[in-house]
């Protein structure tokens, strides 16, 4: 019997993801961050780099044998065809890692995954939160954050769900279109929802 609950937590690029699921670290509740379990995927010589590097050409694994990050990206957000087929090699290499992680698990565990609803993980999940953010701020989020052009930014958002998708598939919104303070408000009220369901 499944003696923990998970919360997906999810939301746009740019929207505050991050900040929501670090303060849910620092109030106690165990998070995997999907990223992470993809960097791991992607050590060299992995099956998942080389199924990546079989649909997104042979030079987007460096001599070293790790992936070259900015070419994948940028061949990646190139279309939301192309979006869609990298998720479709990942998510499979990623919900087995997932699980590996979720074994002996209890309480409320947070599982931090920008493309919960491309990989169907959202269907596991008890709960499903998303951040969400006006497109203005996520453009200048995204630019300061990643030191790419405006253009590139609004070709990584365009590649993505709108923000309807993500209002209409969840359990609990977030919306940061405010300060800190505000967003932290915020949290902490999913923090009491959390709490209360355990």
């Known amino acids: 019997m499944k003696r923990f609950k998970?919360?997906?937590?999810?939301?746009?690029?740019?929207?505050?993801?991050?900040?929501?699921a670090a303060s849910l670290a620092e109030a106690g509740f165990p998070v995997i961050d999907a990223d992470?379990?993809?960097?791991?995927?992607?050590?060299?010589?992995?099956?998942?780099?080389?199924?990546?590097a079989a649909e997104f050409?042979?030079?987007?694994?460096?001599?070293?044998?790790?992936?070259n990050r900015p070419l994948l990206a940028e061949r990646a957000f190139e279309?939301?065809?192309?979006?869609?087929?990298?998720?479709?090699l990942v998510h499979p290499f990623v919900t087995a890692l997932l699980f590996e992680r979720l074994r002996g698990?209890?309480?409320a565990v947070i599982y931090d995954a920008p493309q919960l609803f491309e990989s169907g993980a959202d269907v596991i999940c008890d709960l499903v939160v998303s951040v969400?953010?006006?497109?203005?701020?996520?453009?200048?989020?995204?630019?300061?954050?990643d030191g790419i052009q405006r253009e590139a930014a609004l070709s990584r958002m365009n590649a993505q769900y709108g923000e309807e998708f993500f209002r209409a598939g969840s359990d609990f919104i977030i919306e940061n279109n405010g300060d800190?303070?505000?967003?932290?408000?915020?949290?902490d009220r999913l923090i009491a929802l959390l709490k209360g369901v355990l």
């Open 57 to 67: 050409g042979a030079d987007i694994i460096k001599p070293d044998g790790t992936p």
């Open 79 to 88: 279309s939301a065809e192309k979006t869609a087929l990298l998720g479709k």
């Open 132 to 145: 969400v953010s006006d497109v203005e701020l996520r453009l200048e989020r995204i630019t300061a954050r």
């Open 180 to 187: 800190l303070s505000e967003l932290s408000k915020q949290t």
């Open 36 to 52: 992470l379990l993809v960097r791991e995927l992607y050590g060299g010589g992995s099956p998942c780099l080389k199924a990546i």
């Open 105 to 107: 698990a209890e309480g």
């Open 6 to 20: 998970l919360i997906g937590l999810t939301g746009q690029s740019g929207a505050g993801k991050s900040t929501v």
